[in-house]
């Protein structure tokens, strides 16, 4: 199993591009979770889906889209990137409702805006 | 919102070593997890705990779920080069409006051979 994909693995965008994160999971979970993790600042949630067409907002969804058009797969977009969007950006995913057996990670993307 | 205070922020050992670390809340807590995260990857799940008082080991790695469902501890016991990550602690409540895990800011263990 491959678990919780992410791409791209690096990405560098120059401020005002535009970009879309991809992620992808083949264990047929319902839940699908964004991060940005940061020095010092811990994972801080940044939008998540409880199941296919639905989206909801985390603690930081400002600058961020995201969908989930199909259940095995969740987009973050970012429509206008800004220096303080570099990060690394992780994925994951999990069977139950809030992830009471834990969630799986992707390995994240690490972007950078310039 | 709630917070999770996860200490220390950093800790720098000696091979062999043993390691504590904690993490607290000001709410109540129904799971207790510990991730680790390898440089340049994602976390992994180490240890889940359901129940207050639980103590669950992992090899060398045993934690605790605190009696007041407030806080929870992880310990390594004889650390090695690859115990290097950085370690978070994550608690949810059930009867939460989101049902979101909420994560510590980690704890970043470095190991000297």
């Known amino acids: 199993n491959a678990g919780v994909t992410q791409t791209p693995k690096f990405r560098v965008l120059k401020t005002g591009q535009s970009m879309t994160l991809l992620c992808a999971q083949d264990m047929n979970h319902e839940y699908m979770y964004w991060y940005r993790q940061d020095p010092g600042m811990g994972l801080r949630l940044i939008h998540y889906s409880v199941g296919e067409g639905t989206t909801a907002k985390g603690e930081v969804p400002d600058g961020y889209n995201v969908s989930r058009l199909k259940k095995q797969n969740f987009l973050l977009g970012l429509e206008s990137a800004a220096p303080s969007q570099t990060s690394v950006y992780f994925c994951a995913s999990s069977y139950r409702a809030g992830g009471i057996n834990g969630y799986t990670f992707g390995s994240g993307t690490r972007l950078t805006v310039v | 919102g709630q917070q999770l205070n996860q200490s220390p922020q950093s800790m720098f050992i000696q091979e062999g070593e043993d390691v504590s670390m904690n993490c607290t809340s000001s709410?109540?807590?129904?799971?207790w997890l510990w991730y680790k995260q390898d440089p340049g990857e994602g976390p992994v799940l180490l240890i889940a705990?359901?129940?207050?008082?639980e103590l669950t080991s992992n090899g060398r790695l045993t934690a605790q779920f605190g009696i007041t469902r407030k806080d929870s501890f992880l310990n390594i016991s004889a650390s090695i080069p690859s115990d290097v990550g950085i370690y978070f602690c994550a608690g949810l409540n059930h009867g939460g409006s989101q049902g979101n895990l909420i994560f510590g800011k980690g704890t970043k263990l470095s190991v000297k051979p």
């Open positions: 709410s109540i807590f129904n799971t």
């Open positions: 705990l359901y129940k207050a008082g």
